[in-house]
């Protein structure tokens, strides 16, 4: 007969096994690039370490107590691999293209690159994923208890120690396995494949198991039909008639969402991947794998309500079956299998969200309070590596506690899906970022947050109601007496099952909040930009890895970062290797965009790719002033904060003078994400003449063989790009000099029809050119305003070569009207192009926006119209686009008449 003390050392020796697999894996997988750890095979495995002990006991339980719901766990996940080239596909590529190591990266990335979502998505999936670990904890330790007390000597050293006491030891157990198996190193974009060695190994174990144990029954049972048949006899029937119902659908779609937003099936079915082929496969060995898994799932469910003593825990029976029968080594076995799928799920979750914890909690508050001087790389290591270990058994002790208050609930299934339900709320928001340009950041965080409150209320609360009068009383009448929000009953909706309304509301509340939100909110720049590369990323081909503007940042700079996150003698290394590869001392190297762009691939592998991104943005933002000098202001800043809010307890002026002081420092910081992503699009439009001037000139210089003509066509190319490039960064100086108020002119008394007159003039030649016809409609008299004549005129005539230049009518007419109204001078310009689109209305006048209708010239920079209306502005008037009298654009100047 087994013994609790035996299965117990058996477990134990299992995991050593695990640690000898990882350890050699880690091993093979340096040494060889092509092993076969790098295999589709093992990828595919390693996916299934979403079948947990859920799936090993709780499968069987389930199909016991509701017959065929047990299937939408499996369905769920089957249709999302079976559509791999749609959901899958694009997940992987976008993350191996940005360097993605979790859903919050994923997310925080798509989303402006926000840290703050990122900490409400790590903060809910840590707390959500706390009645998942409980689902374990109870799988092991009900299992345990089964072995121990099928016979009066079973339980050998567990005498005297019940369920809390045996959970506890197992979770601390878990805790230290997981440590010391997963927190070796602090890079968090190296793929483990050490670790994935060891969970396809356990994917292998389990399967075989649980197929061994259903061999087994259908053996004794006399084959399918005589297991069946001796049911219906005794009156057990398997429930068919919810099959399709409210609840069911509602699994099934929880499934869907499960498999790509649980924190470990993010792990290993996109970080993990290293190719994007292994996809292919996956698509129908994972699917194939899971249909193994569920073969035997109803007979043995039916056998053990036919065989096993009334007050069975049906959850159990994959266990307790063969005991029954004197099968000691099959039951060994079984419990195994099950031992297996806890121990995979606890190791990749814990090493999931530890990861996350540490990235996007951690890391930020470590380069805010840590000293400017401090240049310990090794102690930002280590600091990491305490906070993901202190995150590993945070997780571990949530799921225990949660364990403690639910305990006396026999079902696993139920826990699974509270977890399930939790982690659904970031889906609408990951499906809306891989497809949907318009939507936002503000929409995406509230509507994850109102999701997650929702799922407090409906589904999470009402799991202690066996543990807590208060919570059941609540249940029943609501808060304050209020029956119609009842938690499983809210606005009256209480003909539903508690799972479907629990994620009907709190998933209705998300995708409303996020649609809503999306259309009545704006983007910043940055988000416009990550929307186009994560929706276009098929069409986009690979993304520049070293997408920088570097400004005054030196090595030492750059040094100086990489040290106190690589620590020092990676940071040597690598900056040692560069200075090799380009044939200079290291104390004279000048940092290439390629060599950033490594550093920041680098910097990711530790703190994440959106901390990564932000520090080395930061240094390469073209300031004068240096890390140390930034870290230091950002400290000295930090106290006067402190010593600000101190004073505003004991004086309403310096409360009033700490509030102003707070709302520059916004400013400062808004000002500083514009600098950022100004920076970013000035790249993008220099290196495109750049690049032309470049490659012509490269010809020149290697061509001997070309003739005059084609030299001197060479040289007239290099020069008029040259000449753009001069224009461009005209235009840029010129607006940011406006912009900041350094481009000034005095307001005086002038004749805004004369500055019409004179630009229609100017664009005469322009006219003739494109064949254009000018309708001059009705004409103000000279009318007097305050402004700069040689300014407005400007204006008019960036407004008539743009409705010049963007129309391509068969007949282009420009149509000039001026009247003085109500106190104010009105010019309109107006033609008859194919006009704005709706949506590129609220962005024409951004920086670098260009209308995509009808503009065969795309040469401009797109700084034309912002220019404008910053003069109009400075002339205090207005600049708008209205509808005209003729079918396309119409722009209009509003200035103020002088009396």
């Known amino acids: 007969m087994l013994s609790a003390d035996f299965v117990i050392a058996t477990a134990v020796g299992y995991v050593g096994l695990l640690f000898v697999l990882a350890y050699f894996g880690d091993r093979r997988a340096r040494t060889h690039k092509k092993s076969f750890l790098h295999s589709p095979a093992v990828y595919t495995l390693s996916i299934s370490v979403y079948c947990t002990s859920w799936t090993f006991y709780g499968a069987v339980g389930n199909a016991a107590r509701s017959g065929l719901e047990f299937l939408t766990i499996y369905l769920g996940p089957t249709l999302v691999f079976v559509g791999w080239w749609f959901l899958l596909r694009r997940l992987v590529r976008i993350s191996h293209d940005q360097r993605i190591t979790s859903v919050a990266d994923l997310l925080s990335s798509r989303f402006g690159k926000s840290n703050r979502l990122a900490v409400l998505i790590t903060c809910i999936a840590v707390i959500g994923i706390a009645p998942y670990i409980a689902l374990q904890l109870k799988a092991v330790t009900s299992s345990i208890q089964a072995v121990a007390g099928a016979s009066e000597f079973g339980r050998g050293s567990l005498t005297g120690i019940d369920d809390v006491g045996l959970a506890f030891g197992v979770a601390a157990g878990m805790a230290l396995f997981t440590i010391l198996f997963g927190t070796r190193h602090v890079d968090a974009k190296e793929q483990h494949h ?102 035997f799932i109803l007979p043995i469910a039916v056998f053990g309500l036919t065989k096993m003593p009334a007050g069975s825990n049906p959850d159990m ?98 826990i699974g899906l509270i977890s399930f339900t939790a982690i659904a709320q970031f889906f609408p928001s990951v499906i809306a970022a891989l497809f949907w340009r318009e939507a936002s950041l503000k929409a995406a965080t509230a509507a994850i947050a109102a999701g997650f409150v929702f799922w407090v209320w409906c589904s999470f609360l009402p799991s202690f109601e066996s543990v807590s009068p208060q919570v059941a009383m609540l249940l029943h009448q609501g808060p304050w007496g209020i029956s119609w929000l009842r938690p499983e009953a809210m606005f009256g909706l209480d003909n539903l099952d508690p799972l479907a309304h629990a994620a009907f509301w709190s998933i209705l509340v998300n995708v409303l909040t996020l649609t809503l939100g999306s259309l009545l909110t704006s983007q910043s720049a940055l988000e416009r930009i990550q929307a186009s590369v994560f929706v276009d990323v098929f069409k986009r081909g690979q993304v520049s890895r070293g997408n920088f503007v570097r400004g005054s940042a030196t090595a030492n700079d750059l040094f100086f970062v990489a040290e106190r996150v690589l620590g020092d003698r990676r940071a040597a290394a690598l900056f040692e290797t560069e200075a090799r590869d380009s044939g200079v001392e290291p104390d004279m190297l000048e940092p290439s965009p390629e060599f950033i762009g490594r550093l920041e691939r680098e910097l990711a592998g530790s703190i994440g790719a959106a901390s990564a991104h932000v520090m080395l943005s930061k240094v390469l933002s073209g300031s004068d002033v240096s890390l140390e000098e930034m870290m230091q202001m950002a ?183 001026s009247s003085v109204k109500a106190g104010s001078y009105v010019a309109d310009i107006a033609d008859n192009g194919p006009g704005i689109a709706k949506s590129e209305r609220k962005l024409i006048f951004e920086k670098f926006a260009r209308g995509q209708r009808g503009a065969a010239d795309q040469s401009g920079a797109g700084l034309g119209l912002a220019i404008s209306r910053q003069i109009v502005t400075r002339m205090n008037g207005a600049l708008d686009l209205v509808q005209g009298s003729l079918p396309g654009a119409c722009f209009r100047v509003r200035l103020a008449v002088l009396k």
């Open 317 to 414: 029976f994959a266990l307790t079956l063969p005991m029954a029968f004197g099968q000691d080594a099959l039951a060994l076995f079984a419990f195994i299998g099950g031992f297996s799928s806890a121990t995979s799920m606890i190791i990749l979750e814990s090493i999931a969200l530890s990861i996350m914890v540490s990235n996007h909690i951690v890391m930020p508050l470590i380069l805010r309070l840590s000293p400017a001087g401090r240049g310990d790389g090794h102690g930002v290591t280590r600091l990491l590596l305490m906070a993901r270990r202190f995150s590993i058994v945070l997780i571990l002790s949530l799921g225990f506690f949660y364990f403690f208050f639910t305990r006396d609930s026999n079902a696993l299934a139920p």
């Open 194 to 295: 050490g670790v994935v060695a060891a969970i396809a190994f356990e994917a292998v174990v389990k399967l075989t198991a649980l197929v061994a144990v259903g061999v087994f029954v259908v053996f004794v049972g006399g084959g399918f039909e005589n297991i069946f048949a001796g049911a219906a006899e005794m009156g057990v029937m398997v429930d068919a008639q919810d099959t399709f119902d409210g609840r069911w659908l509602t699994t099934l779609g929880l499934s869907v969402a499960a498999i790509v937003c649980l924190p470990r099936q993010f792990q290993v079915t996109v970080v993990e991947n290293s190719d994007e082929n292994h996809l292919r496969v996956a698509s129908w060995a994972f699917p194939a794998y899971m249909l193994l898994m569920s073969l």
């Open 635 to 817: 400290d000295e800043t930090q106290q006067v904060i402190e010593y600000s809010q101190q004073l505003e307890k004991t004086s309403a002026e310096l409360r009033s003078t700490a509030q102003q002081l707070e709302d520059a420092n916004a400013q400062l910081r808004e000002l500083d994400s514009q600098k950022d992503e100004f920076l970013s699009q000035v790249s993008h439009e220099v290196r495109t003449p750049m690049t032309s001037i470049r490659s012509f000139s490269e010809i020149l210089l290697d061509a001997n063989d070309i003739d005059e003509s084609q030299r001197q066509h060479f040289v007239g190319t290099i020069h008029q790009e040259s000449l753009r490039l001069t224009k461009l960064l005209d235009e840029i100086l010129d607006l940011s000099a406006l912009e900041r108020g350094e481009r000034t002119w005095e307001n005086v008394p002038v004749d805004a029809e004369a500055a019409l007159d004179r630009a229609l003039t100017v664009c005469e030649a322009l006219l003739r050119q494109r064949g254009v016809e000018v309708e001059r409609g009705e004409r103000a008299p000279p009318t007097m305003v305050e402004g700069d004549a040689d300014r407005l005129c400007q204006v008019f005539i960036n407004l008539i070569s743009n409705a010049v230049k963007y129309n391509e009518s068969d007949a282009p007419v420009i149509r000039v009207t």
